[in-house]
Structure formats: C-alpha cells, structure tokens
C-alpha cells in the first residue's frame, strides 16, 4: 500500500512524519479539508518535505550504508524489513513475516536491488517460516516473473497476477 500526498508517494520516513497528524484526523482536532495542509507542515518540519531527494545510495557505499538509507527513506514493508533484519542479524519487532502479494514482494524486490549483495543469501529466510521456504525455493522464478509482468517498482504495469498465482502455489495455497 502507498499514500499519495499531492502526488506524491511518501517513503516511510514521510509516513513517521506524518502519524501524528493522522491520529489527529482520528481524533478530530484536525478536519479533512486541514489534513492535506496539516500532512505538508508535518512533513517540513520533520526535514522531508514532499519532494526531498530520497534517492538510494550506489554501490560505493557499505551495505550498512545502504540499508540505513533504505530504513529512512526507501519502501519499508513488514516483508522486506524481515529481509534486511535478517541480513543484518536483528531480530524483527514483529517477526519474520513474508510477502503474501506483489506489492509485498515489489518492496523485497527495491531492497534487493538496492543491496544485490543479498540476493545469493535469500534461501536463508527459509529458517523462519514454511510460506518463506517454499517463497525461497522458487524466488528466482517469482522474482523473474514479477518484473515481465509489472516491472520493478511497477513500472509497467499496475497488476501482476501471474506473479501472485506463483507466490500463492509457493506457499502451498490454492490459486
């Protein structure tokens, strides 16, 4: 799932920026018609305003490096942070969940090309789960399929459903 601000897509250190406001939309000491404003003040003062470059770094920095930029500014999911947890042996506040749609598995997809160095690790993730061995088992074949279909970070196309027939098999669910 992505937000969109005034056209733009909002990384995850956007989306931090904004929780407060939210809740106050909840709560209603902020109105509808003020939220769109409110989200854009709460993003200028947390140093990121719509627009900010959230660009990734290149391969000339650490992978640590790398995968500190992606925590602030990249496309986190509870998936993909299972990932870089891994890789970086944290333990996940919430566990090692796995992707369980292509929206899911298009995030794993932006932290494996931001940090290719653990693209030859990911059968690893099969210790944490049966629906990540059998996602590990066939990653390559799922991954491939998924960037013919949509492209990475959807580049090509807004659907992937070839891709989500082969995750769910993957995972021993019915298609």
């Known amino acids: 799932m992505s937000i969109l601000l005034r056209g733009h897509k909002l990384n995850q250190r956007q ?28 993003l ?6 719509l627009g900010y470059d959230t660009t990734m770094p290149g391969a ?10 992606w925590m ?25 969940s796995y992707p369980s ?18 693209k030859p690790r ?12 059998g996602l590990t088992a066939r990653w390559d074949e799922i991954a491939q399929s998924f960037l013919s279909e949509a492209g990475l970070d959807w580049s090509m196309s807004k659907r992937a459903p070839r891709t989500y027939q082969l995750m769910k098999q993957a995972m021993g669910e019915r298609p």
């Open 15 to 42: 989306l931090d920026a904004i929780t407060t406001t939210m809740n106050d939309l909840i709560q209603g000491r902020v109105s509808q018609m003020g939220f769109e404003q409110a989200c854009v003040d709460a």
């Open 44 to 49: 200028e003062k947390a140093g990121c305003p």
């Open 60 to 69: 000339d920095k650490t992978v640590e490096q790398r995968a500190a930029a």
């Open 72 to 96: 602030r500014d990249g496309e986190v999911g509870m998936s993909s942070r299972a990932i870089h947890d891994h890789m970086l042996g944290l333990t996940p506040k919430h566990g090692f």
């Open 101 to 118: 749609d292509p929206d899911d598995l298009n995030r794993c997809l932006l932290l494996l090309d931001l940090i290719p160095e653990w």
């Open 122 to 133: 990911m059968g690893e993730m099969a210790q944490h789960s049966e629906m990540w061995a």
